[in-house]
């Protein structure tokens, strides 16, 4: 059997990435079609909106055979780190192609970039030092060096300003700094941008912008037409158990409890926590009533959104550096659920895994395992915190089968 | 002019306050009385009922003139820690005699005891030690030990099985140690033990048995014969605008939060945490849905319910061994409040005080007190968490003026 594989956080699973499973498996000619998917904290440092069993079954559902999970370690760490992480255990799982969506939508101008790139590294990395000295933000830095770069080239390159583009960019490094035998190709995103709101006249709209509608208009039915039934249907099922999405405000007491309880000092055992913003952290903490609240007052042209979340992300979870750290490989891949047709993939495939198979953590001792496990506790805190009720926990939910 | 000093936590100030105030005055014929009054955390591991500033007002309407604040490296430490602190206090403040509430009720059978013990010093600590390795616990250990000591003297020496004479012995034990020209008295106890529910044919009742019967019976009235007017007042005031008084259940999703996490490693970093109890912690923080219920689960032989709660004082602030060891005698006087006569005690003694007198804390930059000003801050969120309100914080209220 054949398995093209996919970098996912289905947050929450809506007709974009049913549109990305079904294309990746018919341009492969793959007969499975494997998701590595993040756990319960994002690369945008959140909180994922159900937790992840619900997100499997919404996956299962709609093209997916096999959803295995991304560490904590990579889900929430840089784009490098992340695609390493994802890249490496889809390559383990034995999947012999990788498909991402791209604003691009053709696979060539990918590999040019590469090439571009890895050819002036040196040039490429003095170019972004340059910049960050004058104040200018890395990411704003890393696309004016690019930008340079790309003149030197008649051949074409990717437009490194677009999300995806980025996303599939450090898939490929990934892949070929890791020597990795499995291939790329990507997809043509249709309509929705990354950041777009949900559009009426389109059965497709973007995650962020599905969550969006969730937490503003506080209104399930009005994403209906943009998910999958069964996307609709999981999300019903967790409303009516927990009343209630999970988002930054859901966890916003215990955060900021977290903040307050440290030094500045002991703040900066927190990945990206230095330079001064430990001190603005525990400022904007006390006086802040809500997490907007808090963000509005501790960002700063130097911290993007994101990059504030994600040290919030290891706050909140109290994973340190050293934590985080203590392993740079994926050690394992975590199954969390599957079709038969996945079954009868993995029976056929297991033993050529260059990565131990993990059904039940119960009986699994692995540092990087314990980050995901308690980080699907700090997780489920803050549904509790609302319903004085438990979530299933990873010791106690086996792999979904469908 | 001059002073004696009291050592109290006055959770909250009752009768047998009052009277051991009145007391001590009279005793030592002073001029005015100064209490060393723990913050937001108490000895035997337990938050305060209500904030100290609550607690300062009722005991400057009953009798005090100055209220100073122990510290809470010393008021949450082990009884030796927490007398060293405590007396110290009291001689830096000019104090020359202290006076102690016990069962005992006459001073000479305390400094028997003090020069028993200390003649045989190596001998008892062995004694202990045979007893405590028969899996007999610290201070049931302590008090065999000293037991097989009293044999040897003829003299009238106390019954170290009562708890305020264990509290008066470390006062003697650590003003002698230190060598500090504070003398100590003591005066004897009336009606309630330590631990008494309270009893309607008496209008003195222990502190422990008013907040049983506050949480109990949820019935502020219920109390009112057992403690000053004034005391009513400032714990209806209290009520009114915060709907509920303090106890660990106020505490515990937070604690829970806190002690899930933490590795069981991570845990160890704070005081007394060791020997496997961090496992026990954790499992039982999973499973608990109440502080009760929590303790009920971990709780051994080995750990008494005091020992455990400091552990989980410790935890709750974030305040690790190494932040509480950092320096072991009290760097200044915090002042918590005067009645006029207080204030021109300070007027007249303050340069010969042996100890900077902290009146606000904003400028002052100390390790010691910054943890003080941690504890506030960690306590307010615990009445934060029900009333969505913030209580007055270190930095913005000033001492209390009578």
């Not at 001792?365 to 299933?392: F, H, N, Q």
Request: with cysteine.
């Amino acid at each position: 059997m054949k398995a093209v594989g996919v970098v996912v956080e289905y947050n929450p699973f809506h007709n974009g990435h049913l549109y990305h499973a079904k294309q990746s498996k018919n341009q492969s000619n793959a007969d499975v079609v494997i998701a590595v998917m993040s756990g319960h904290f994002l690369q945008r440092g959140e909180p994922s909106l159900v937790d992840k069993w619900h997100r499997t079954k919404m996956a299962l559902q709609n093209g997916i055979d096999l959803v295995i999970e991304l560490p904590y370690v990579f889900s929430t760490g840089h784009a490098t780190h992340f695609a390493e992480g994802a890249i490496t255990l889809l390559n383990a799982i034995g999947c012999e192609t990788f498909t991402f969506g791209s604003e691009e939508g053709t696979i060539e101008p990918f590999f040019n970039t590469y090439h571009l790139i890895k050819a002036h590294e040196e040039e490429y990395n003095s170019l972004i030092k340059q910049f960050v000295t004058t104040g200018i933000s890395y990411p704003q830095s890393l696309y004016m060096a690019y930008e340079q770069l790309r003149q030197k080239v008649s051949k074409a390159t990717i437009d490194l300003s677009q999300p995806n583009n980025i996303l599939g960019y450090h898939y490929i490094e990934a892949a070929k700094r890791l020597n990795l035998s499995i291939e790329p190709s990507t997809i043509q995103r249709i309509q929705a941008g990354y950041h777009d709101s949900i559009n009426v006249n389109s059965s497709i709209a973007s995650a962020t912008g599905i969550r969006k509608a969730i937490f503003e208009e506080q209104l399930l039915q009005r994403v209906k037409k943009y998910v999958p039934s069964e996307t609709y249907l999981q999300l019903e099922n967790w409303n009516n158990q927990y009343h209630t999405f999970i988002h930054w405000e859901s966890l916003w007491s215990y955060l900021r409890y977290a903040i307050l309880r440290n030094t500045p000092e002991q703040l900066t055992q927190f990945a990206d926590v230095s330079e001064g913003i430990e001190h603005a952290l525990i400022k904007a903490a006390k006086k802040s009533d809500s997490f907007f609240d808090f963000m509005n007052n501790v960002k700063s042209k130097r911290y993007t959104w994101t990059r504030l979340q994600r040290m919030l992300t290891h706050i909140y979870t109290g994973i340190t550096k050293e934590q985080l750290h203590q392993s740079s490989k994926p050690s394992y891949i975590r199954l969390l659920g599957m079709t038969t047709t996945g079954q009868a993939y993995l029976s056929e495939k297991k033993k050529q895994f260059t990565l131990p198979l993990i059904s039940r953590v119960a009986s699994v001792k692995d540092p990087m395992l314990a980050l995901d496990i308690r980080a699907t506790d700090m997780y489920a805190l803050g549904v509790e915190l609302s319903t004085k009720e438990k979530i299933a926990k990873d010791y106690q939910t086996p792999p979904i089968r469908l």
